[in-house]
């Protein structure tokens, strides 16, 4: 089944302490981003990238990392959590196609730092 | 850079009346695209819209892209419980970079 794999599914945290949120597809899609959902202000876009070791900064990056050392696999780091990052966040994949493609989520992961 | 503008930011229908939610952009766009997320759910796609003035319709769902392609709108004939959740418009723009609108958040009251 095709599908974008977020773990975990809840955390919470303390301010400070380092966090990884993972993310795997199974499409061998080359576009993979990480978005952040709060309400009001809709999906906004953290990182993104375009292939392998390619990654690059979207609207909101600060106080983020992100590596993409396998196709499938683009975690989200939070190396300094802050209780602004307490928040909804989806890691989404497509095809990367100027004519513009399908993009598929993964479940979510609701995070609170206290 | 690219922005997506998007109104209602919620809106209240009684079950049986339609509903309209617009997405305009600050930049031409040379795609648009609509998801829905229901409640306590991840957003899904439903369309993808490419061309000037283009028109679609799944059921009742009606898709109209603008003819400058800056603005779309999504319109719901007779809404039904099963269409509560929060519709998404997302822009492509030249950069390839999908930017998603702020949603419109459909409550549907029986």
């Known amino acids: 089944e095709a599908q974008v794999t977020q773990n975990p599914r809840y955390l919470i945290t303390v301010t400070g302490k380092k966090l990884t949120v993972t993310c795997s597809q199974n499409?061998?899609?080359?576009?993979m981003s990480w978005y952040r959902q709060d309400p009001g202000l809709g999906l906004r876009q953290i990182y993104y990238?375009?292939?392998?070791?390619?990654?690059d900064k979207g609207d909101v990056p600060e106080g983020y990392k992100v590596s993409r050392k396998e196709k499938r696999n683009f975690p989200l780091i939070l190396e300094s959590p802050s209780p602004n990052q307490t928040s909804l966040y989806f890691c989404a994949s497509r095809h990367d196609r100027v004519s513009g493609t399908e993009a598929f989520f993964g479940q979510g992961t609701r995070l609170t730092v206290v | 850079g690219q922005q997506v503008m998007q109104i209602p930011q919620y809106q209240h229908v009684q079950e049986g009346e339609d509903f309209t939610t617009y997405c305009n952009s600050s930049t031409t766009l040379s795609n648009i695209q609509w998801y829905k997320q229901r409640p306590s759910g991840h957003p899904v796609f439903l369309i993808q819209l490419v061309k000037s003035g283009e028109v679609k319709k799944q059921k009742r769902l009606t898709f109209q892209f603008g003819e400058a392609k800056k603005n779309s709108s999504l319109h719901i004939t007779a809404t039904q419980t099963t269409d509560v959740g929060t519709y998404f418009c997302a822009g492509h723009g030249s950069a390839r970079q999908l930017t998603f609108g702020s949603g419109t958040q459909l409550t549907v009251l029986p």
């Open positions: 990238s375009m292939n392998v070791e390619v990654t």
């Open positions: 499409m061998n899609h080359e576009y």
